[in-house]
């Protein structure tokens, strides 16, 4: 099955006429389901109501319960590694911490619904929305129905500016040396958890670093109606 990402200019978003085809296989009988159009998992609105297959919006529907929630498993997970890094515990305490700061977020992603479709909508930095592998069907019938939403295959562009990517991959490699300069020369013996942090730190620099580059030039992919 062919498919395309469809992307809605945000002054068109409130007065979309959404065609009865499901946007994950393009089936006749779909299931409508309110999908959360916020950057933040845990917020509910704003949202729009989508067609999926039965499979598909019964996960969505999961998910959305549950993202309410979603902040409070970080939490736990925060309040038991300091405990374990910064606290006076003693060792059975210590065992304890570290277990809830692991334990805790595999738990979590155990009852989150797996499997999401790829079709969850998100805003672009521009405030589009753009809805990722609709079959090319299903996306031509949107274009037919509301003037102004395009189908394109294009990479997505970047949720943020490459002055953001950069700052951030700056601060972190900042960080990340200033708590292995601490480490050293602090005279005493660190918590392990503590050392661990340096390199995700690191990692996560060069993450944001590779994101300064564009996934594609424009024009690589086409887009329709033009």
Do not use: C
């Amino acid at each position: 099955m062919q498919r395309t990402d469809l992307v809605v200019p945000s002054e068109l978003v409130a007065g979309l006429q959404i065609p009865a085809l499901a946007i994950t296989d393009g089936a006749a009988d779909p299931d409508w389901v309110e999908v959360s159009l916020s950057t933040w998992r845990f917020r509910r609105r704003p949202s729009l109501r989508l067609p999926l297959d039965p499979r598909s919006a019964g996960k969505a529907r999961r998910d959305r319960r549950l993202a309410p929630w979603s902040p409070l498993p970080v939490l736990i997970a925060l309040a038991a590694w300091s405990a374990a890094t910064f606290g006076d515990l003693s060792r059975p305490g210590n065992l304890v911490a570290i277990t809830v700061a692991g334990g805790v977020p595999v738990a979590w992603s155990l009852l989150r619904p797996r499997g999401l479709p790829r079709q969850v909508p998100y805003r672009t930095r521009l405030g589009d929305l753009r809805i990722p592998q609709v079959p090319v069907e299903v996306a031509r019938e949107w274009a037919a129905r509301n003037p102004g939403v395009t189908a394109t295959d294009e990479p997505a562009p970047r949720q943020h500016t490459r002055r953001f990517y950069a700052a951030w991959s700056v601060g972190l490699l900042l960080a990340a040396a200033g708590l292995l300069v601490v480490l050293a020369n602090d005279g005493r013996e660190d918590f392990i958890l503590l050392w661990m942090l340096a390199p995700v730190l690191l990692l996560t620099a060069v993450s944001m670093a590779l994101k300064t580059q564009s996934p594609a030039r424009p024009g690589t992919g086409p887009t329709w109606p033009s």
